[in-house]
C-alpha cells in the first residue's frame, strides 16, 4: 500500500479490503458456486454501491461556467459516511444449500465489506467427499472497512475544467492506472456543464447563476490472489468494472470572495464483479473437476441526491466543501487552482 499515490490510496484501501474477504470466497466454493456466489453478492453489495455514490462527487463548485480557455486543476478528496444499516446484512442460511452458523440461530446480521463481524462468526460449509460422503468444514466470515478502523469510505482524484464557448464547460478527473503488488486500480471520468443563464440578457446583473450537468465515470480495478487463495488452481482473480451517470442542475452566488453553491441531481450506476481463473477443490489427494471463471456479482444504484457546499476564493486558488444527501450520504473538500 505504501507504494501507491496519494490519489489512488483511498480506493486501494477498499479494493484490498475486498480482496482480503475472497480468501472466504474462495472456500465457500466447497459449498457449490451458487452458495458461494450469494454470499459474495450480500457481502459487496453495500461498498460497491456506497462507492458509486462516492465517485461522482465533487464535479462542480459553482454554476457559473469559465470562458472561453478559462480553466481549473482540483484535487478532490470525498468521505462517504457509512450507516449502520450498511454494515451488515441478513444472511438466512435457510437460502443456501450447504451453509449454516455454528452458533445461533439460521438467519443472523453479518458484516458486509463496510462492516465487521465482532465477535467472530463462524460458518459450517458441507460438501459432498466421494469416499466418506458429506464432510464439513468451519469457515470464519470475513470483516470489512470497519476492522480497519475507518468509519467512512474514501476516495480521491485529479480534475480539470476548461471553458469551451456558448456558456459550455467540459470537465475530467482521473486516477492513473495503478499497479501495486497484486492489484491494479484505475478511474476516469468526463462531463458538460452549460450554464442557462448566459444566455439571459441581464447576466451580469443577477446575482445567481443557474446551469446543468450531465457527467460520466469509469472505475475498473484488478486484485490476482492466485498466491493466496485456500483453493488450487491457476490465474484466480477478482475483476470489478463499474460504471456511472450524474445528471445535476446547479445553482450558487455570483459573489467576489465567498459563494455558496447548491445542486439536485440523479445518479444511475452499475458495477460488476467477476471472480475468474480455474478453482479445483481438494480432499487430501482427491479433487473436483476444475471450476473455470465461477460466477459474476452485480450490484445498480439510482436516486435522487443534493448537495449544498460553499466555495472561498482567493486570488488563483479556490478552496471549497460540500455535503450531498442520499442513500449513501458523502462529504467533500476540493483544493482548486484557475484562471478565469
Given at each position: 500500500?505504501?507504494?501507491?499515490?496519494?490519489?489512488?490510496?483511498?480506493v486501494?484501501?477498499?479494493?484490498?479490503?475486498?480482496?482480503?474477504?475472497?480468501?472466504?470466497?474462495?472456500?465457500?466454493?466447497?459449498?457449490?458456486?451458487?452458495?458461494?456466489?450469494?454470499?459474495?453478492?450480500?457481502?459487496?453489495?453495500?461498498?460497491?454501491?456506497?462507492?458509486?455514490?462516492g465517485?461522482?462527487n465533487?464535479?462542480y463548485?459553482?454554476?457559473?461556467?469559465?470562458?472561453?480557455?478559462?480553466?481549473?486543476?482540483?484535487?478532490?478528496?470525498?468521505?462517504?459516511?457509512?450507516?449502520?444499516?450498511?454494515?451488515e446484512?441478513?444472511?438466512?442460511?435457510?437460502?443456501?444449500?450447504n451453509?449454516?452458523?455454528v452458533?445461533?440461530?439460521?438467519?443472523?446480521?453479518?458484516?458486509?465489506?463496510?462492516?465487521?463481524?465482532?465477535?467472530?462468526?463462524?460458518?459450517?460449509?458441507?460438501?459432498?467427499?466421494?469416499?466418506?460422503?458429506?464432510?464439513?468444514?468451519?469457515?470464519e466470515?470475513?470483516?470489512?472497512?470497519?476492522?480497519?478502523g475507518?468509519?467512512?469510505?474514501?476516495?480521491?482524484?485529479l480534475?480539470?475544467?476548461?471553458?469551451?464557448?456558448?456558456?459550455?464547460?467540459?470537465?475530467?478527473r482521473?486516477?492513473p492506472?495503478i499497479?501495486?503488488?497484486?492489484?491494479?486500480?484505475?478511474?476516469?471520468?468526463?462531463?458538460?456543464?452549460?450554464?442557462?443563464?448566459h444566455?439571459?440578457?441581464?447576466?451580469?446583473l443577477?446575482?445567481?447563476a443557474?446551469?446543468?450537468?450531465?457527467?460520466y465515470?469509469?472505475?475498473?480495478?484488478?486484485?490476482?490472489?492466485?498466491?493466496?487463495?485456500?483453493?488450487?488452481?491457476?490465474?484466480?482473480?477478482?475483476?470489478?468494472s463499474?460504471?456511472t451517470?450524474?445528471?445535476?442542475?446547479?445553482?450558487?452566488?455570483?459573489?467576489?470572495?465567498?459563494?455558496?453553491?447548491?445542486?439536485?441531481?440523479?445518479?444511475?450506476?452499475?458495477?460488476?464483479?467477476?471472480?475468474?481463473?480455474?478453482?479445483?477443490?481438494?480432499?487430501?489427494?482427491?479433487?473436483?473437476?476444475?471450476?473455470v471463471?465461477?460466477?459474476?456479482?452485480?450490484?445498480?444504484?439510482?436516486?435522487?441526491?443534493?448537495?449544498?457546499?460553499?466555495?472561498?476564493?482567493?486570488?488563483?486558488?479556490?478552496?471549497?466543501?460540500?455535503?450531498?444527501?442520499?442513500?449513501?450520504?458523502?462529504?467533500?473538500?476540493?483544493?482548486?487552482?484557475?484562471f478565469?
Amino acid at each position: 500500500m505504501k507504494k501507491l499515490s496519494m490519489l489512488a490510496m483511498a480506493v486501494a484501501t477498499f479494493c484490498a479490503t475486498t480482496a482480503k474477504a475472497q480468501d472466504s470466497f474462495d472456500a465457500l466454493l466447497a459449498a457449490g458456486v451458487d452458495d458461494a456466489q450469494r454470499f459474495t453478492n450480500d457481502f459487496l453489495a453495500p461498498g460497491t454501491d456506497a462507492l458509486m455514490y462516492g465517485i461522482n462527487n465533487g464535479w462542480y463548485n459553482t454554476a457559473k461556467v469559465k470562458p472561453l480557455l478559462g480553466f481549473e486543476i482540483s484535487v478532490m478528496a470525498n468521505a462517504g459516511v457509512i450507516k449502520d444499516d450498511q454494515k451488515e446484512f441478513w444472511m438466512d442460511t435457510n437460502d443456501y444449500e450447504n451453509v449454516s452458523f455454528v452458533q445461533g440461530p439460521a438467519a443472523q446480521n453479518v458484516g458486509t465489506v463496510l462492516g465487521e463481524n465482532d465477535p467472530t462468526v463462524l460458518v459450517e460449509v458441507t460438501y459432498d467427499d466421494p469416499i466418506f460422503g458429506n464432510e464439513s468444514v468451519e469457515l470464519e466470515l470475513p470483516n470489512g472497512l470497519a476492522a480497519e478502523g475507518l468509519s467512512f469510505l474514501p476516495t480521491a482524484f485529479l480534475q480539470g475544467s476548461i471553458g469551451l464557448s456558448f456558456g459550455t464547460e467540459f470537465k475530467a478527473r482521473f486516477i492513473p492506472k495503478i499497479n501495486a503488488e497484486d492489484t491494479k486500480i484505475g478511474m476516469y471520468g468526463f462531463g458538460l456543464q452549460h450554464e442557462f443563464t448566459h444566455w439571459l440578457p441581464a447576466d451580469k446583473l443577477l446575482p445567481v447563476a443557474i446551469s446543468g450537468l450531465i457527467s460520466y465515470t469509469h472505475l475498473d480495478g484488478e486484485y490476482d490472489f492466485t498466491d493466496t487463495s485456500g483453493i488450487d488452481g491457476e490465474n484466480q482473480r477478482l475483476e470489478n468494472s463499474t460504471n456511472t451517470w450524474l445528471f445535476q442542475a446547479i445553482a450558487s452566488t455570483k459573489l467576489p470572495i465567498i459563494n455558496f453553491y447548491g445542486g439536485i441531481g440523479y445518479l444511475s450506476g452499475k458495477s460488476e464483479s467477476d471472480i475468474l481463473g480455474t478453482y479445483i477443490v481438494t480432499d487430501g489427494i482427491l479433487q473436483s473437476e476444475a471450476i473455470v471463471d465461477p460466477y459474476s456479482v452485480s450490484s445498480s444504484v439510482s436516486g435522487v441526491r443534493g448537495t449544498f457546499g460553499t466555495r472561498l476564493k482567493l486570488g488563483f486558488f479556490r478552496f471549497n466543501a460540500d455535503y450531498t444527501f442520499a442513500e449513501y450520504d458523502s462529504f467533500s473538500v476540493g483544493l482548486n487552482f484557475g484562471f478565469r
